[in-house]
């Protein structure tokens, strides 16, 4: 074999290589589904959100925004659905945007019109949800390695563990924090409105990406001060808006519905010092941003503390809440010229601290953040465990 077509098969893989990790990865997390025994088709055996989402589809192919007014249990009163699963969620409110729709409605067509035991549409949920998961994981791990950071390989396997036990578990934030990275990587091409509808997808798919807001509005500034008008793409521009808008009305309507005990938030603060630690931590982590990486960072870092603060009265243990941590790094890597290269490696390597502390004083997760795909084989996730009947 000649030394050029070995240098090019070499170069080959080399371009390859991640695309074939992340093949790897879905080839073995769909073996390890597969050999899993759970009656919901999630690697714990409890969690059912993927479950519900299908559901809500259907309630609003039926009810339309009556499934934002009400309460799931009355919204789905005579809404008949093959995977059915109003009795977990009977109390609570459909706390999602109208992209979440979207993202279930194969799943939901495909349950509704093909025979298949709960168990195993569960699984069929949970593998596109990991479908899903992988696609962001190559966006992250791309945008690392095209910023030459240098912990890419190590921010790289965290993220990548992260996503993959949140879709191990069926929750769909892996698809907003996918659109982050993609957010980041349009604007570092300084294709801005490309990074515009992309934060505007996060937004349309998840209330959560909210923490994306400082990276638009850079990114619109940015198509401000360094492009004509007449070179705009006004169909993405148009696009984003539209998702914005219905992101935000989805929301408002829901709001006005979902009756929340006044003064939970300065309660926890009278009678607890988590909240004060999240506002010090917050002060900390943006002064590094706002040295090391710039102002979008550091307003990153701040929204996504006040989004958690907020959080933090009814959301502790959902340690999958803790994503919205990672807003900082596509803040940061959007742009090649916010600050020095030494000083963005400083502030990467910062961030992964921010996120540990969030889902310490937070979150609260005990089974090991981003290492709790791990914990999810060991004793305290057992594969065999009987279902927990108050989930």
Same mark, same amino acid.
């Given at each position: 074999?000649?030394?050029?077509?070995?240098?090019?098969?070499?170069? =080959?893989?080399?371009e390859n290589?991640? &695309?074939?990790?992340?093949l790897?990865s =879905?080839?073995?997390s769909?073996?390890?589904?597969?050999?899993?025994?759970?009656p919901?088709?999630d690697? %714990?055996g409890?969690?059912?959100?993927h479950?519900?989402?299908s559901?809500? !589809?259907?309630?609003?192919?039926?009810?339309?925004?009556?499934?934002? *007014?009400l309460?799931?249990?009355?919204a789905?009163?005579?809404?008949?659905?093959? @995977?059915?699963?109003?009795?977990?969620?009977?109390?609570?409110?459909?706390?999602?945007?109208?992209? %979440?729709?979207?993202i279930?409605?194969?799943?939901?067509l495909?349950g509704q019109w093909?025979?298949?035991?709960?168990? $195993?549409?569960?699984?069929v949920? /949970?593998?596109?949800i990991?479908?899903l998961a @992988?696609?962001?994981?190559?966006?992250?791990?791309k945008?690392?390695q095209?910023?030459?950071?240098?912990?890419a390989s190590?921010?790289?396997a965290?993220?990548?563990? +992260?996503?993959?036990r949140?879709a +191990?578990?069926? +929750?769909?934030?892996v698809v907003?924090?996918?659109?982050?990275?993609?957010?980041?990587?349009?604007?570092r091409e300084?294709?801005?409105?490309?990074?515009?509808? #992309?934060?505007?997808?996060? *937004?349309?798919?998840h209330?959560?990406?909210?923490?994306?807001?400082p990276?638009?509005l850079?990114?619109l500034w940015?198509l401000?001060r360094?492009?004509?008008?007449a070179?705009w793409?006004?169909?993405?521009l148009?696009?984003a808006?539209?998702?914005? /808008?219905l992101s935000?009305?989805?929301?408002v309507?829901?709001?006005?519905?979902?009756?929340?005990?006044a003064?939970a938030?300065a309660?926890?603060?009278?009678?607890?010092?988590?909240?004060m630690?999240?506002?010090?931590?917050?002060a /900390?982590?943006a002064t590094?941003?706002?040295?090391?990486?710039?102002?979008v960072s550091?307003?990153?870092?701040?929204?996504?503390s *006040? !989004?958690?603060? &907020?959080?933090?009265?009814?959301f502790r243990?959902?340690?999958w809440?803790?994503c919205?941590a990672?807003a900082? #790094?596509?803040a940061?890597?959007?742009?090649?010229? %916010?600050r020095?290269?030494k000083g963005?490696?400083?502030f990467?390597e910062?961030n992964l601290?921010?996120?540990?502390?969030?889902? $310490?004083?937070v979150?609260?997760d005990?089974?090991?953040?981003?290492?709790?795909?791990?914990?999810? +084989?060991? %004793?305290?996730y057992?594969l065999?465990?009987p279902?927990?009947?108050d989930?």
């Amino acid at each position: 074999m000649s030394g050029s077509l070995l240098a090019r098969r070499a170069r =080959w893989l080399r371009e390859n290589l991640l &695309v074939f990790i992340v093949l790897s990865s =879905w080839l073995a997390s769909v073996a390890l589904l597969v050999a899993q025994r759970s009656p919901f088709g999630d690697l %714990s055996g409890w969690y059912s959100d993927h479950l519900r989402h299908s559901y809500a !589809v259907w309630i609003f192919l039926r009810r339309g925004i009556e499934i934002y *007014a009400l309460p799931f249990g009355q919204a789905a009163l005579g809404v008949p659905f093959r @995977h059915a699963v109003p009795e977990l969620y009977s109390n609570e409110y459909f706390l999602y945007p109208p992209g %979440s729709f979207l993202i279930f409605l194969p799943l939901s067509l495909l349950g509704q019109w093909l025979p298949m035991t709960k168990g $195993t549409f569960g699984l069929v949920g /949970i593998l596109w949800i990991l479908t899903l998961a @992988h696609a962001s994981i190559y966006a992250w791990c791309k945008l690392f390695q095209e910023a030459r950071i240098g912990a890419a390989s190590v921010l790289s396997a965290f993220v990548g563990l +992260f996503l993959l036990r949140v879709a +191990f578990s069926g +929750f769909y934030d892996v698809v907003w924090v996918g659109a982050a990275a993609m957010a980041a990587r349009a604007s570092r091409e300084k294709r801005y409105e490309t990074a515009i509808l #992309w934060c505007a997808v996060g *937004a349309f798919v998840h209330f959560r990406a909210v923490v994306l807001a400082p990276l638009a509005l850079a990114c619109l500034w940015a198509l401000i001060r360094d492009t004509s008008w007449a070179e705009w793409r006004l169909k993405k521009l148009s696009l984003a808006l539209l998702f914005g /808008i219905l992101s935000l009305a989805s929301f408002v309507y829901m709001t006005h519905f979902r009756v929340r005990p006044a003064g939970a938030l300065a309660k926890l603060f009278h009678n607890e010092y988590g909240p004060m630690l999240v506002v010090v931590l917050a002060a /900390i982590f943006a002064t590094v941003a706002l040295r090391f990486s710039g102002i979008v960072s550091a307003a990153t870092v701040v929204l996504v503390s *006040a !989004v958690a603060l &907020v959080e933090m009265p009814d959301f502790r243990g959902a340690w999958w809440h803790g994503c919205i941590a990672v807003a900082p #790094w596509a803040a940061a890597l959007a742009s090649r010229h %916010s600050r020095s290269f030494k000083g963005m490696n400083r502030f990467v390597e910062a961030n992964l601290l921010f996120v540990l502390c969030l889902e $310490t004083l937070v979150y609260r997760d005990r089974h090991g953040g981003a290492l709790g795909v791990g914990a999810q +084989f060991a %004793s305290d996730y057992r594969l065999d465990r009987p279902h927990r009947p108050d989930r």
